[in-house]
């Protein structure tokens, strides 16, 4: 892995011409690092290594400054380090570079060595790694990330994510996948068993098990990804001109940490106001006792905890108000009831003109009937054949009906006032 191999004798040639040029000086160029290398410690955590150059003189302070370049772009991660080693995060969908040299610090007679490089190419077909990863951790519960297939993938191709954290034995595989409409989805939980403020960043690889698809590593902070679950359980109650709505707290997150947005509107269109506030209850005062009121809320994680930005979902919304809602409900019990004797009224109608068309070309219309009024009809036949009786009896049917039809209504409204 040491690029100096094949272009080491030119390179030495010239760095023993520089040295000899600042020695003049009055400089000293100090030998670089040698047998740079690197090694995965986790699913996207590169260790790099190599070994201390030898013939430093003791004065010097000898650390080692190191550089990260992806895609040929400097990634301004400058670090110095005694050890000789760094520990870094990686991508794997894009080349990386890493260099090193050796610095005497706070001495001002020797000159840095020359950068080492060595790197590590992207495996697998470009455009093909999982692209526009979201992650969000909802609820402190669980995490749901979703991702994109890269514009080369074959269609059909699975994505597999793995993830680690500082305090996992071993990379763990997510296995609640979904994919709707080209998006994958996964889910993991991620829950921490103390409550705290800081949580460890959490590494997550995407990959297929077919070599030309390009692994792509992300590293998330948790904290940022913090979406409150929904506001449940909201009541309402109303004691004179004040209405006071109270919802459920979060059973994960602390209390102190989150604050609730809640918004409100009159009418069906009227106006919307808005009320933030500290705790899982608000009351809004000198309202107007003949307008209904419609309210929603949702949960906002506080800056003060966690540096995320994603507000909870709406919660469903209430109402409350007399009048509208009143009024409501008397359409409700005036129009059903209606609406089914109408209807009634029509179908008989029909049903009768039916009738009229077709019982003439038939000799026996029992079978007709029969097959009009079912079983109904059966213990009535089985004493006459006499087409007057079975028309009696279907005058006593219709009339059955009518008056059922009529009644129908007063039940109603009957009922409703036994209601109230
Ligand atoms: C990286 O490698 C060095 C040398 O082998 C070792 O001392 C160090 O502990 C390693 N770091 C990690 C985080 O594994
Ligand atoms: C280090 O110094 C020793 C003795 O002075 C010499 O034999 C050796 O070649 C030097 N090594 C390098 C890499 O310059
Ligand atoms: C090194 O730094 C010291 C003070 O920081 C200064 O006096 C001295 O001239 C410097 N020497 C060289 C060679 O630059
Ligand atoms: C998988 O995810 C769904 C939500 O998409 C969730 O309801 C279910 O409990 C999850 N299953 C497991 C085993 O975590
Ligand atoms: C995630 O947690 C839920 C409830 O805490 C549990 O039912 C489910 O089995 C867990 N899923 C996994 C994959 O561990």
Same mark, same amino acid.
């Given at each position: 892995m040491d690029p100096a191999g094949p272009a080491g004798a030119g390179l030495r040639r010239l760095l023993l011409a520089l040295c000899c040029a600042l020695a003049a000086a009055g400089a000293k160029v100090l030998p670089p690092p040698s047998n740079l290398d690197f090694s995965f410690v986790q699913i996207c955590t590169l260790n790099w290594t190599w070994t201390a150059p030898e013939n430093?003189?003791?004065s010097c302070d000898l650390e080692y400054s190191s550089d990260i370049v992806i895609n040929e772009v400097p990634q301004d991660k400058r670090k110095w380090s005694k050890s000789p080693f760094r520990v870094t995060d990686t991508f794997l969908n894009e080349e990386m570079r890493f260099k090193v040299r050796s610095e005497c610090k706070y001495d001002n007679t020797s000159e840095p060595s020359r950068w080492v490089e060595t790197s590590v190419p992207p495996k =697998?077909? +470009? =455009?093909t790694a999982a692209v526009d990863l979201d992650c969000v951790w909802h609820n402190l519960e669980y995490m749901a990330c979703k991702w994109l297939a890269g514009k080369n993938a074959r269609s059909g191709t699975k994505y597999t994510l793995f993830y680690w954290y500082d305090g996992l034995k071993s990379p763990e595989k997510c296995n609640n996948y979904s994919i709707h409409e080209g998006i994958f989805e996964c889910i993991f939980n991620l829950t921490f068993p103390k409550v705290t403020n800081t949580y460890p960043t959490i590494s997550i690889l995407i990959k297929d098990d077919s070599e030309e698809i390009r692994p792509v590593c992300a590293s998330k902070n948790p904290t940022t990804l913090v979406k409150p679950a929904t506001p449940k359980a909201v009541t309402l109650s109303k004691i004179n001109d004040e209405i006071h709505l109270e919802w459920s707290k979060s059973d994960?997150? !602390? /209390?102190?940490c989150l604050e609730y947005e809640v918004e409100y509107h009159t009418g069906d269109m009227g106006t919307t106001w808005t009320i933030e506030g500290q705790h899982n209850h608000i009351s809004v005062s /000198?309202?107007? +006792?003949?307008t209904k009121y419609t309210f929603k809320v949702r949960a906002k994680p506080k800056s003060a905890c966690y540096s995320s930005k994603l507000s909870s979902d709406w919660s469903e919304e209430k109402s409350i108000g007399e009048k509208p809602d009143s009024t409501f409900y008397f359409v409700l019990i005036i129009t059903i009831p209606l609406i089914v004797a109408v209807s009634t009224i029509i179908l008989l109608f029909y049903l009768k003109r039916l009738k009229i068309l077709i019982l003439? +070309?038939? !000799?026996?219309p029992r079978e007709i009937l029969k097959r009009m009024f079912g079983e109904q009809n059966e213990d009535s036949q089985s004493g006459t054949k006499d087409d007057s009786v079975n028309a009696y009896n279907r005058l006593i049917k219709e009339e059955e009906i009518h008056s059922l039809v009529l009644t129908e209504p007063l039940e109603c409204s009957y009922s409703e006032n036994e209601k109230r």
């Open positions: 430093v003189s003791s =697998g077909i +470009p =455009g994960t997150i !602390p /209390a102190s /000198a309202v107007d +006792p003949n003439p +070309p038939i !000799p026996d």
